[in-house]
Structure formats: C-alpha cells, structure tokens
C-alpha cells in the first residue's frame, strides 16, 4: 500500500516529505487511516539524533489515532471504519512470561517499536504515524471508546500510558499524595490522570510562573521547588512523584519529600542524570525507579477511563509540515502541552 508522510532524513537536517510502502496484509493485520498524531519527545530525541544513529529514513510518531480501512481475514475484534489507536508498540513474542501477563513492553525477547525498529517476520524498518497509514497487527490495536474527542486523544496513546502505567503499579487512589515534576506532555496528563483516580496532587515546580497553569489543570497544590523553607515543610508528604523532565536533573532535592517507602518514578529521562545522594533514600526506604509506558491491556484500560472520565491532553494542531516549527518550540517547552498533527493536512499519495 503507498502512503506517505514526513521522515527524518539525518540529525542535523528538518524532516521533509516521504512517500514509502506499508506491507500487504497478513492476516491478522488491520490497516488503519491516520487522523492524528501526537508529536512525542521521543520523537524529537531520535529524529535529533540524541538516542544513537537510526535507519533513515525514519518516519517519527507514536501517538496515532485513525480509522479502520482494511482487516485480514483473521481478525476478530476489528471492522472497517473503527475508531482505533496506536501507541508506542506494534508488536512482541507474543510467546514469553512478559507478554503472557500482558506487559508487551518488557517482553523478554524485546518488543518492536512503532518506528526505528524492525518488523520481526521482514525485518524491514518500521514506520511510525507522521504519515497517511499505519498496518499493525491485531493485538497492538486499541479499541478508542465512544464518545472520546478522537482530534484530543492521540497523546493518551504514548504520554497517557506513560504517566498511567506508575499510577497503577503504585496502586495510586483516593487518598494517594502524588507529587508531579514537569508539566510538558507528560507531566500535564500525569495531573489530570492522578486527580482522576482521587489523589491529592502537587506540582513540583521551579518557578511560581507555573502556579496558575498547575491549578488550571487540576492540580491541589503547587510546591516551589527553590523555597527551601516550602521544601522542608513539605518533606514525607507524598507518596509517589512522576518525574517527567525530558532532560539530564539532580533527583535528590525532591527525595525527602517522600514519606518512608515512597517511590520517585522516572518516565521523562532516557540517559544520564546529575549523581545523586544516597541518605534521602537510605533514611527512609525510599526508591527512585524506572517506568516504561505500559502494557496494551493497562493501554485499553487506561482509554476506557479517559473515556468513562472524559479526560483528554490539552492539545495544539498543526499541519504536517509545521513539524519542524513544532520541534524547535517542543525543544523551549514552549506548547501547551503537546503537539498533535492533523494528518487531514497531507494529500493521500496517487493511487
Ligand atoms: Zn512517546
Ligand atoms: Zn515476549
């Protein structure tokens, strides 16, 4: 099938149109319409190439909402004209004890990854949703619910499940105190989605000019990260904090203000981080650790309560080719809070 759509030629140069092929379809393949496309980070960090070099061209986007347009003869759970979603995975063993309880993202044997990865029968570079269409296996399909507002769900599908996936590791309910560093893409849906399930939310920020945003969003509170009086009040008053900062930070200021056992869990930074200091987290059993989006049953689960709640990313659209702008503003955190492409701004290729 032609499609096309815009890719990253090399590091240093903007991505520029693409037209390529998208496989024929195998049997339990849905071929999907794009509609939207979230613009992730990851997009930015691996287009960038601050990840380690890449097959160009790599076509970015992991937050892809669409509609169904063809299905194999062997699926099940999908029909022409579907409302679907796809996030940051396309594939796994389908065979190991990680998949086998439904966390495709720690699959022993890997899992494929929706662009700069390789397809596991063809081996053929995957291409992710800056483009027209997408052909993905059945089981890496998410069913969008009714009523959702399809041009705003796109970011559930990569920043949605990467804030959600903690919460319910962390069995975060009512009574919960969750604090939230960053306020990006990630950070604004981690607000929103612990507010859903009933905590009590503070933002960490840096500087007051955040204040009001944080409370627009949801948030209880809003703590001033360089008030030292404020952060020594407030020490052993959360139980879970989401560290959402995208680039290289010192996590030990934010520790005490975990209580005894708590967790700081990081889903912002792949890479290096400042040297931390270990008392903080020796006086008091305290953890820092790692959290990568979630598995495609907690994926469903978390749409179905978008859904239910109706809580959707406060997005900005753009055209296709706006992407570059859109990167350079991302890179100054300069968007509220995420980029979505409205693929309606591409021409499908020529038949
Ligand atoms: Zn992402
Ligand atoms: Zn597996």
């Known amino acids: 099938m032609k499609t096309t759509g815009y890719a990253a030629y090399s590091a240093d140069k903007p991505l520029a149109p693409y037209d390529f092929e998208r496989r024929e379809l195998r049997g339990n393949d849905v071929a999907i319409e794009i509609l939207y496309s979230g613009v992730c980070h990851s997009d930015l960090h691996t287009a960038r190439g601050d990840w380690g070099p890449y097959t160009a061209p790599l076509v970015p986007g992991h937050e892809i909402v669409g509609k169904v347009i063809a299905v194999g003869p062997e699926v099940e759970h999908y029909a022409v004209g579907d409302p679907v979603g796809v996030g940051c995975m396309v594939d796994s063993c389908q065979d190991c004890d990680q998949c086998d309880h439904g966390e495709e993202q720690y699959c022993r044997?890997?899992?494929?990854?929706?662009?700069?990865?390789?397809?596991?029968?063809?081996?053929?570079?995957?291409?992710?949703?800056?483009?027209?269409?997408?052909?993905?296996?059945?089981e890496f399909v998410l069913a969008m619910p009714d009523g959702l507002d399809l041009s705003r769900a796109a970011p559930l599908l990569c920043a949605g499940i990467?804030?959600?996936?903690?919460?319910?590791?962390?069995?975060?309910?009512?009574?919960?105190r969750v604090g939230v560093i960053g306020m990006g893409g990630l950070g604004h849906m981690a607000i929103k989605l612990a507010i859903a399930l009933g905590a009590h939310?503070?933002?960490?920020?840096?500087?007051?000019?955040?204040?009001?945003?944080?409370?627009?969003?949801?948030?209880?509170a809003v703590l001033i990260s360089t008030d030292k009086d404020a952060m020594k009040a407030a020490r052993n008053s959360l139980d879970?904090?989401?560290?959402?900062?995208?680039?290289k930070h010192d996590v030990t200021p934010y520790m005490p203000l975990l209580d005894v056992d708590g967790t700081l869990a990081i889903v912002g930074q792949v890479g290096p981080m400042e040297e931390f200091m270990t008392p903080p987290a020796i006086m008091g059993r305290r953890r820092i650790a790692g959290s990568l989006i979630g598995g495609i049953?907690?994926?469903?689960?978390?749409?179905?309560?978008?859904?239910?709640?109706?809580?959707?990313?406060?997005?900005?659209?753009i055209k296709m080719d706006e992407i570059n702008t859109a990167f350079d503003r991302m890179e100054k955190a300069?968007?509220?809070?995420?980029?979505?492409?409205?693929?309606?701004?591409?021409?499908?290729?020529?038949?």
Request: net charge negative; charged share 25%.
């Open 109 to 138: 044997n890997g899992m494929t990854a929706t662009y700069d990865s390789k397809d596991r029968i063809t081996g053929e570079p995957t291409q992710g949703g800056y483009s027209k269409h997408i052909v993905v296996r059945e």
């Open 162 to 176: 990467t804030t959600y996936s903690p919460l319910r590791t962390w069995n975060v309910g009512p009574g919960s």
């Open 201 to 220: 939310v503070t933002v960490l920020s840096r500087s007051p000019s955040k204040e009001k945003d944080a409370l627009e969003l949801g948030a209880d």
């Open 240 to 247: 879970l904090i989401i560290d959402t900062v995208p680039v």
């Open 297 to 317: 049953a907690e994926t469903q689960e978390m749409l179905d309560f978008c859904g239910r709640m109706n809580i959707l990313p406060e997005c900005e659209m």
């Open 334 to 351: 300069d968007v509220r809070y995420r980029f979505v492409i409205d693929m309606s701004s591409v021409d499908a290729p020529a038949a």
